[in-house]
């Protein structure tokens, strides 16, 4: 094929092309911002506590969980449930574990925890009442 043909079959192509890069698009500039109240976000909110489990469902892979507050979340004290993702194995958790956890409460929905561990009953008591430990906080100031 010459070079004389090659321009003429490619010369309509690139037309279209052009003409299409030419027509009215969205603008990013443009597009409505969210209201004052409206929340938008594409990461998850993640955020730690610790508690203690009162029941577990291995169908539902849900956790009932008493927990200590949650600032990240504005969240007290209370007692709620979570899902928890395949990758933790749920069977090694029983009522009455205190735990330590991580989840994302980005969803409208339950919480997921993402990662969890067994933890002491002096963490869980000292995460629920800081002033039960006092001593613990002035030695970490003086270190």
């Known amino acids: 094929m010459k070079l004389k043909h090659m321009f003429a079959l490619s010369f309509p192509a690139l037309l279209l092309l052009g003409a299409a890069s030419c027509t009215n698009s969205p603008n990013p500039v443009e597009e409505k911002a969210p209201a004052a109240n409206e929340v938008v976000s594409d990461t998850p909110h993640v955020a730690r506590a610790f508690g203690s489990v009162l029941q577990r469902d291995l169908d539902t892979r849900i956790l009932e969980i008493t927990h200590s507050p949650v600032p990240e979340a504005d969240w007290p004290i209370m007692q709620m449930e979570f899902y ?15 735990v330590e956890f991580i989840f994302n409460f980005a969803a409208e929905q339950t919480p997921v925890i993402i990662a969890m561990r067994r933890t002491s009953a002096q963490e869980l008591i000292g995460a629920l009442w800081p002033e039960a430990f006092p001593e613990d906080d002035a030695e970490a100031e003086s270190n």
């Open 84 to 98: 928890v993702s395949n990758e933790i194995e749920l069977a090694d958790y029983r009522a009455g574990d205190a």
